[in-house]
Every structure is written in C-alpha cells, then in structure tokens.
C-alpha cells in the first residue's frame, strides 16, 4: 500500500470510534431516563461537591476521576469506552506511522503526497468564477513534512492522553461522552492539519472550535464550565471571522484554495500577488483568526478560563494541539508571510519604521504580537496560585514564543517549539491532574506542600517537563527556545529578543515555583484530605513517563549546528515544506559568528539560572514559606493587584462589549425609538388635523405607514438585538453559518 493509501484511514479511526463512543452513551443515556449513570454515595461526585475543590472555586470539580472511596455505581458500557476511545487513538497513531513511512520511502521526504477523495464543490461548468475558469474545491488529505510532524506528535500524545483518561475519568458518569467528544476532537485535529486546502483545513479549523466548546464545557450543569465554553467559542468566532476574509482573498487572488497551487502560483510571481498590499491583507486577516484559536492578544482570555474542563481536556486541546493550530496555520502559509515581509522592504526602503512595518509587514506583526502576548502572560503567571491556571497562562506565553518565532521568519524554529511544548507541556498539565487526582480537588497551591514523598512518579515526571519548560541545557525546551532567542536577535529584533529573554526568565521562575510550593516544604492543607494521598494508577503514571522521556530527548532532533555541524535535522526535515522564492525576493542569510551564538546561548542558560535560584530563594522549606514573596507583595501592592487579576482585561471587555456594547447598544435603540420616532409621529398627526379628507387619507396612508414601519424597525431592531444575545450557542453557530453562505452568494454574484 502506498502513503495515500494509508492517508484517508489516519482521522477515520478516531471519527468511527466517535459514532461508536456516542451511539453506546445515547443508548445508556435514555434507558437512565436521560440522566448520566449516578454515582455512588460515597463517591468522587459527592465528594468534590462539598471538597476542596469546590470549597476554593477550582474548576476541576469533576464528578469524580477514579481512585475513589466507597462504592460506585456501575456505569453502562464503560468496558466497551475504555476500550474503543484509546484503541480508536491508537489505530490513527499506527496508520499515521505507516503513512509517514511509505512516503518517506516513496519520495524521501522531498514531494508532498495528496490523495483526493472526492470533489466537494464542483464548479467547472461556471468559467470565470472566482477569477479561475475551473475553481473546485476537494476533499483531499496533504502529506509533506509539516503535516507529518504534526500527526505523528498529535496521534502519540493523543493516545497516551486517551490511556490516561481512562484511570482519571474512571468513576465519571459521563465517562461514555467524554470519551466520544476526545475521538471527535482528535478527528476534527487530523483533518485540520492533513487538509489538501484552505476549505478542509478551515472544516477542522470549525471542528476543533466545536471540540473546545463541548470539552471545556463538559461539566454544563456547572455554571462556571457552560459559561467558560461559551467564551472560548464566542472568543474563537471572533477570529474565525478573520480566518474567513483571509480565505476569500486568497481565493480572490488565485483562484484556488488549493496549497499546493497556491504556493506554487505565489513563488513563481510574488510581486503579482504582493502588489497593492492584497498579500499582506491576506496574512493579516489570516492571522486574525490564529489569535482567536492559539489565544494571542488580544482574543487570549478564553484559554485560561478553558480549565474549567477536564484536566485531559487541558492537556490534549490547550497544550499539545489544538492551541497550536494557529502556529501550524502560519507556518503552512509561510510563503505568503515572506512575500509580505520582502515587500514591505521594497516599499519602504532600506530603513523603514516601527509604524511603517506594522501597517506593511504582516510577518513583524505576527512577531511584535507574539513577543508581547509571551511577556504579558508570564507576568500573569507569576501570581496565579490554581496549579492549572499557572500552566494555562505558560500556555499562552510559550504559544507567543512559537509566533515569535514564525514572526522573524524562523518558521522551523517556531514549529520546533510546537514539537518540544507539546510533550512537556502535557506532561506538566497531565501531572497537576495527578496532584488534583491525589488530593480529591485541591486545585491551590496555597493548600499543597510536601508532596513528593507521597506520589513521586507525578513529582518526577513533573520535575524533569519543568526542567525542560525553564530552558535547563540538555532537555528539549533549552534547544527549541534557544532558537527562537537566537533567531529574533540575529534578524534585528533587538527589543524583541529583550522581551523573549526576560519571558524565559519569567518562566523559569514560576514554574519552580509551582514545584516548590505543590512538592516541597509543609503540608498546607486538612489533615484529612493528607491522609489519603496517593499515587496515581498505571494508566496516568505509565503516560506522565512517556511524556517525561520525551520532554528529555526529542530536543536533540534539532542540535544548533553551530554546536554539530548538520545537527539540526529538524530544520532539514521541514526545509521542503517552505517554498523557494526568486533571488530577488529571497532575503540574504543572517549568518551570526560562533562567538555571537554562543554568547546568545550562554545569555539564555543565565537567565534561566537566575530565575531557577530566585524562585529556589523565595520559596524555601521552613516555618514561614511565603515570607519573602509577602515582603514583595506588601512592596508593590498596585503592580500585584494588577497582574494578579490579569491586568482587569476580562472586566474591560465585560464593561464595554457586554455591557456598553450589547446592554446599553439595546437601550440606544429602545429611547431612538421612544422619544425621536414617537415624537415624529406625535408632531405630524397634530400639524394634520383639520386639514381635508385628501390630507387625512394621505396622513394614514402614507405618513402613519411611514413612521409606524420606522418604529417596528426600531422596535423589531432592539427585540432582535436581545435574541441575538440568547446566549445559546446553537443560535450563534447558525448565524455564522448563514453569514458565510451570504457572503458565498454575493461573491458569487458580483465577482
């Protein structure tokens, strides 16, 4: 068989076990009366609902994630989820394998494999259309070395994440849906990144969106969670609306969404495309929507609030993959970014400014928010004490690393980070499940302390992902962080390098931090709740390891070669997924002396350091723990209160698109109405009085019709506006769709 064989059976798995997964629980659901299977008296539901989860508002308080006490009731077909949910995974993860294998083998690597399967939007017979006399649009699966990476990284970690759900989610009594909603978001993931062309990418893009909000929204009877997957879908539409006018323009240009066409067409002719700024349009439109899917500034508030779901859910959608759907994005477009970049210099001359490469450089852009969206978030994190929420906004930090990092055109380095982030990154969010798992809830690190004795393999795993998240030389994070650090500088970023620095620093401050306060010292917490510590069963320990392993040795992939000659295969592996551009439209090469690269690698294992010893310093065993970040707090109370309630973003937005927007935009229409309309309508009909029947036929026929229609309008306008807002999430998905089918029409109309 060959690669394109294998290809199309790479997301079928996970959406067959999906129908499987979802038909048993529809199946249990209504012989329960449509009610989830109850658990026990004395189970991790009744537990969590008076525990500590609840009792310090953490998200995770679900309804029980196995090792509990007492009995449980039975949960129908559970044997047939555990299996089908992971053996699904699985099977992609193998077919990915035998995928990746055959084209090796076939090409080496060197030419992408596409396998059609069938015309989605025919439109042959339509010439002219779109500019293009025969524009199609099929359903098609692309297999080069970027899509390889990403669905080799995003099977394993996805299986190994699978496995561990079934030890975590044991004793849930959703447990059949939870599994079908994972398989649906590995579906919907494969096909995003497999995807031939910008329509099928964009289905995924659509799919993963829904995913997030059925995941993070699990527990909906959870006010807190329903309203968490209401923002991450309201906060991704905001973007995708971005995504939908990058997609229309590269139609616009081409005539195809087809990436290899596109591609091609851009590389062979870029001052045709770039003339005008439609290019650099194009990237910006489409990086809108990558801020609203990797939470970059300003559509970022979503992701910290997705802990609401499941810790898994964390770790698969918010750490390893879907987050980093936007990176992938970028980085598959990275021909169209560089065309940007190259015009901008022609436009602007050989010294151009700050503001005149933002408004003609959409790559500086993708950079300069990048950066910042890095430093803002550690900020943030530096005084979060929710265990997930310290990770959610490392998250948000390392995902502005990776834009960095596609920003300075070092689009290999960026999607290295992709690779290393995934592995340590679930292992850390996979590992605070094991801590929330041993301590029935407990979410604030303020309430841990002292654990390592007690589950040393979560504490291991653990400590090795944040050795690699702090850039500690020799484990993955060093090597892909340091690329980033030393592309930025060597392209004339010096500001920015300066924010990724201290970035780094930031992050390996609070992440030992974390260690320190969750694993070192005294217990902080019940006396109760220390007496049941325990580990973790194999099926979460067995994963955590995998993940650690990885978090050590998938960095050396990509050695700096100025360190061994020919070590960053990584880099060479990706090389033909990035078109050649004409020489003129080819920047020349920044190439750094040995003595700057290692001085730039010697600067960030520095900062590291310091940050590793600060937080070794700040918090350390004894009788007052806290003592010295007190003394700090009580120094600076404003800056404090500002970063720990995340710069008041979330109340900015609240008070002026809930609020001023939606609530006070209403009430505009509802007093235009009253007194502007009504007063119209009050001052004719006094100045017609008296006057003929003609006067009187003409005031009820034309004028009262008028401004009675003018009043329903504002009326029909303010009632609408409410429905609008019903804050169901069905409505809005419609809306969507009906806007985009318009949009379609009028485009097809009028090109």
């Given at each position: 068989?060959?690669?394109?064989?294998?290809l199309?059976?790479i997301?079928?798995?996970?959406?067959l076990g999906f129908?499987?997964?979802g038909?048993?629980?529809l199946?249990?659901?209504?012989?329960?009366?449509?009610?989830?299977?109850p658990?026990?008296?004395?189970g991790?539901?009744?537990?969590h609902?008076?525990?500590?989860g609840?009792?310090?508002g953490?998200p995770?308080?679900h309804?029980?994630?196995?090792?509990g006490h007492?009995?449980?009731?039975?949960?129908?077909?559970?044997?047939?989820?555990?299996?089908?949910?992971?053996?699904a995974?699985?099977?992609?993860f193998v077919?990915?394998?035998?995928?990746?294998g055959?084209?090796?083998k076939?090409?080496h690597g060197h030419h992408?494999?596409?396998?059609t399967?069938?015309t989605?939007?025919?439109?042959?017979?339509?010439?002219?259309?779109?500019?293009?006399?025969?524009f199609?649009?099929?359903?098609?699966?692309?297999?080069?070395?970027?899509?390889?990476?990403?669905?080799?990284?995003v099977?394993l970690?996805?299986?190994?994440?699978?496995?561990?759900?079934?030890?975590?989610?044991?004793h849930?009594?959703?447990y059949?849906r939870?599994?079908a909603?994972l398989?649906l978001?590995m579906?919907?993931m494969?096909?995003?990144?497999?995807?031939a062309?910008?329509?099928?990418?964009?289905?995924?893009?659509?799919?993963?969106?829904?995913c997030?909000?059925l995941?993070?929204?699990?527990y909906?009877k959870k006010?807190?969670?329903?309203?968490?997957?209401?923002?991450?879908?309201?906060?991704?539409?905001?973007?995708d609306?971005?995504?939908l006018?990058g997609?229309?323009?590269?139609?616009?240009?081409?005539?195809?969404?087809?990436?290899?066409?596109m591609?091609?067409?851009a590389?062979?002719?870029?001052?045709?495309?770039?003339?005008?700024?439609?290019?650099?349009?194009?990237?910006?439109?489409?990086?809108?929507?990558?801020?609203?899917?990797?939470?970059?500034?300003?559509?970022?508030?979503?992701?910290?609030?997705?802990m609401a779901?499941?810790t898994?859910?964390?770790a698969?959608?918010?750490?390893?993959?879907m987050?980093?759907?936007g990176?992938y994005m970028?980085?598959?477009?990275?021909?169209?970014?560089?065309?940007?970049?190259?015009?901008?210099?022609?436009?602007?001359g050989e010294?151009?400014t700050?503001?005149?490469?933002?408004?003609?450089?959409a790559?500086?852009?993708?950079?300069?928010?990048g950066?910042?969206?890095?430093?803002?978030?550690?900020?943030?994190?530096?005084?979060q004490t929710?265990?997930?929420?310290?990770?959610?906004?490392?998250?948000?930090?390392?995902?502005g690393?990776?834009?960095?990092g596609?920003?300075?055109?070092?689009f290999?380095?960026?999607?290295?980070?992709?690779?290393?982030?995934?592995w340590?990154?679930?292992?850390?969010?996979?590992?605070?499940?094991?801590?929330?798992?041993a301590?029935?809830?407990?979410?604030?690190?303020?309430?841990m302390?002292?654990?390592?004795?007690k589950?040393?393999?979560t504490?291991?795993?653990?400590?090795?992902?944040?050795?690699?998240?702090?850039?500690?030389?020799?484990?993955s994070?060093f090597f892909?962080?340091?690329?980033i650090?030393?592309?930025?500088?060597?392209?004339?970023?010096?500001v920015?390098?300066?924010?990724a620095?201290?970035?780094?620093?930031?992050?390996?401050?609070?992440?030992?931090?974390?260690?320190?306060?969750?694993f070192?010292?005294e217990?902080?917490g019940?006396?109760?709740t220390?007496?049941?510590?325990?580990?973790s069963?194999?099926?979460?320990?067995?994963?955590l390891w995998?993940?650690?392993?990885?978090?050590?040795?998938?960095g050396?992939v990509?050695?700096?070669?100025?360190l061994?000659?020919?070590?960053?295969?990584f880099?060479?592996f990706?090389?033909?997924?990035?078109?050649?551009?004409?020489?003129?439209?080819?920047?020349?090469?920044?190439?750094?002396?040995?003595?700057?690269?290692?001085?730039l690698?010697?600067?960030s294992i520095?900062?590291a350091g310091?940050g590793?010893?600060?937080?070794?310093?700040?918090?350390?065993?004894?009788?007052?723990?806290?003592a010295l970040?007190e003394?700090?707090?009580a120094?600076f109370?404003?800056?404090?209160?500002?970063?720990?309630?995340?710069?008041?973003?979330?109340e900015?937005?609240?008070?002026v698109?809930?609020?001023?927007?939606?609530?006070?935009?209403?009430?505009?229409?509802w007093?235009?109405?009253?007194?502007?309309?009504?007063?119209?309508?009050?001052?004719t009909?006094h100045?017609?009085?008296?006057?003929s029947?003609?006067s009187?036929?003409?005031?009820k026929?034309?004028?009262?019709g008028?401004?009675?229609?003018?009043?329903?309008?504002?009326?029909?306008?303010?009632?609408?506006?409410g429905?609008?807002?019903?804050?169901?999430t069905?409505n809005y998905?419609f809306?969507?769709?009906?806007?985009?089918?318009a949009?379609?029409?009028?485009?097809?109309?009028?090109?």
């Amino acid at each position: 068989m060959t690669a394109s064989d294998f290809l199309p059976w790479i997301p079928v798995f996970p959406l067959l076990g999906f129908l499987v997964n979802g038909l048993l629980y529809l199946v249990a659901h209504s012989r329960l009366g449509g009610k989830d299977a109850p658990l026990g008296s004395h189970g991790h539901g009744d537990a969590h609902a008076a525990g500590h989860g609840a009792s310090h508002g953490g998200p995770d308080d679900h309804a029980g994630h196995g090792g509990g006490h007492g009995a449980h009731a039975e949960i129908p077909f559970k044997s047939l989820h555990t299996w089908v949910g992971p053996i699904a995974s699985g099977l992609s993860f193998v077919f990915a394998l035998l995928a990746i294998g055959s084209w090796w083998k076939e090409t080496h690597g060197h030419h992408p494999i596409v396998a059609t399967l069938w015309t989605w939007i025919p439109m042959g017979a339509n010439a002219g259309w779109f500019g293009s006399p025969d524009f199609s649009v099929d359903v098609a699966f692309r297999l080069d070395p970027l899509s390889a990476l990403m669905i080799f990284f995003v099977t394993l970690i996805g299986t190994l994440i699978h496995v561990y759900s079934v030890g975590y989610m044991g004793h849930d009594e959703g447990y059949g849906r939870f599994f079908a909603y994972l398989n649906l978001f590995m579906f919907a993931m494969l096909t995003l990144v497999l995807g031939a062309n910008m329509a099928i990418l964009f289905v995924g893009w659509e799919g993963v969106g829904l995913c997030s909000y059925l995941l993070i929204g699990y527990y909906y009877k959870k006010d807190f969670a329903a309203d968490a997957g209401k923002k991450a879908f309201v906060m991704n539409r905001i973007g995708d609306a971005g995504f939908l006018m990058g997609l229309f323009a590269c139609v616009a240009m081409f005539g195809t969404v087809d990436f290899g066409k596109m591609f091609a067409a851009a590389a062979a002719s870029p001052a045709i495309y770039a003339a005008g700024g439609l290019m650099t349009f194009a990237c910006l439109a489409l990086f809108v929507g990558a801020t609203g899917k990797s939470a970059q500034i300003p559509l970022f508030v979503w992701l910290p609030d997705a802990m609401a779901g499941p810790t898994p859910v964390s770790a698969l959608i918010h750490a390893a993959t879907m987050v980093t759907a936007g990176v992938y994005m970028v980085a598959r477009c990275n021909v169209f970014f560089r065309i940007s970049h190259e015009w901008a210099l022609k436009t602007l001359g050989e010294n151009p400014t700050v503001w005149g490469l933002l408004t003609h450089d959409a790559s500086f852009v993708v950079a300069v928010v990048g950066g910042i969206t890095a430093f803002v978030a550690a900020t943030i994190g530096l005084a979060q004490t929710d265990i997930k929420k310290v990770l959610a906004y490392s998250t948000v930090s390392q995902l502005g690393y990776m834009f960095l990092g596609c920003g300075v055109l070092a689009f290999g380095a960026g999607m290295f980070h992709v690779f290393t982030h995934a592995w340590f990154k679930a292992c850390l969010f996979l590992g605070s499940g094991s801590v929330i798992h041993a301590l029935s809830g407990e979410q604030e690190m303020t309430a841990m302390g002292g654990l390592r004795k007690k589950i040393p393999h979560t504490f291991r795993t653990m400590f090795i992902s944040t050795l690699a998240i702090a850039g500690v030389p020799f484990f993955s994070g060093f090597f892909s962080k340091d690329q980033i650090l030393g592309e930025t500088f060597v392209k004339g970023h010096p500001v920015l390098w300066v924010l990724a620095a201290l970035t780094a620093g930031m992050t390996a401050f609070y992440m030992f931090r974390l260690i320190k306060m969750t694993f070192y010292g005294e217990y902080r917490g019940p006396k109760e709740t220390w007496d049941h510590v325990h580990e973790s069963p194999a099926t979460m320990t067995v994963p955590l390891w995998f993940l650690a392993i990885g978090a050590i040795f998938v960095g050396y992939v990509g050695i700096p070669n100025f360190l061994v000659p020919g070590g960053n295969r990584f880099e060479a592996f990706l090389e033909p997924s990035f078109p050649v551009l004409p020489p003129d439209w080819t920047p020349h090469p920044h190439v750094a002396s040995h003595s700057l690269e290692w001085t730039l690698m010697l600067a960030s294992i520095a900062i590291a350091g310091v940050g590793i010893l600060l937080a070794t310093k700040f918090f350390y065993p004894g009788s007052a723990p806290f003592a010295l970040p007190e003394k700090v707090v009580a120094a600076f109370p404003k800056a404090y209160r500002w970063v720990r309630n995340k710069y008041y973003v979330d109340e900015f937005y609240e008070a002026v698109f809930v609020n001023g927007l939606v609530k006070k935009g209403g009430r505009l229409l509802w007093e235009i109405d009253a007194r502007v309309v009504d007063g119209v309508v009050n001052g004719t009909r006094h100045l017609t009085v008296g006057v003929s029947h003609v006067s009187s036929w003409f005031d009820k026929t034309f004028v009262d019709g008028a401004v009675n229609g003018v009043g329903d309008s504002f009326q029909a306008a303010y009632k609408g506006y409410g429905k609008l807002q019903s804050g169901q999430t069905q409505n809005y998905a419609f809306g969507m769709a009906a806007g985009v089918f318009a949009l379609v029409c009028i485009y097809i109309i009028f090109a």
